[in-house]
């Protein structure tokens, strides 16, 4: 890349139903530390100045549950997400793409442990890299047990 400081664009994919959470609401809208969920994510990426634009993919039957979440906050209108999660994102892409970023971010609303300094860690490998994924190193052993 040349020197002009990229556009990245945050996609949020929060189109899910939370069905294995439990609890009555998607886990997205859930409250957490008297924000919801979703809402943690918007605004650590609001705060990054890598972060040209946020874009939010919600379930259409979520609208009322999106606009509590996202009061306030002047952000592009959600757009709609479809059957999976594949095709959730896919939409979220074809729906930016006349805005033309130059890459892409996709985060899941319901992972709430989003940083600035992992936002700001991502965006400099992308100045070497056509795309990178965060990982965690696994220190233990993993099972699982049986019922």
């Known amino acids: ?3 002009k400081k990229p556009r990245i664009a945050a996609l949020i994919v929060a189109a899910g139903t939370g069905e294995r959470f439990g609890g009555g609401l998607p886990k997205q809208y859930l409250p957490l530390l008297g924000r919801p969920v979703l809402r943690w994510s918007i605004d650590v990426l ?3 100045p890598q972060i040209s634009d946020i874009y939010v993919v919600i379930n259409p039957g979520h609208a009322a549950l999106y606009a509590q979440a996202s009061a ?4 592009p209108p959600p757009i709609i997400g479809g059957a999976s999660r594949q095709e959730t994102v896919l939409r979220g892409l074809e729906a930016i793409a006349p805005s033309n970023p130059d890459f892409v971010l996709i ?3 319901a992972r709430p442990g989003l940083t600035p300094n ?4 991502l965006c400099e490998e ?3 890299h056509k ?3 965060p990982g965690l190193r696994v220190n233990d ?3 699982r047990a049986a019922a």
């Open 118 to 121: 992992l936002i700001a860690r």
């Open 72 to 75: 306030e906050l002047s952000l």
């Open 107 to 109: 985060h899941d609303a």
């Open 131 to 133: 795309a990178v994924i």
């Open 46 to 48: 609001r705060q990054s």
């Open 126 to 128: 992308l100045k070497q």
């Open 1 to 3: 890349m040349d020197n």
């Open 141 to 143: 052993t993993i099972r």
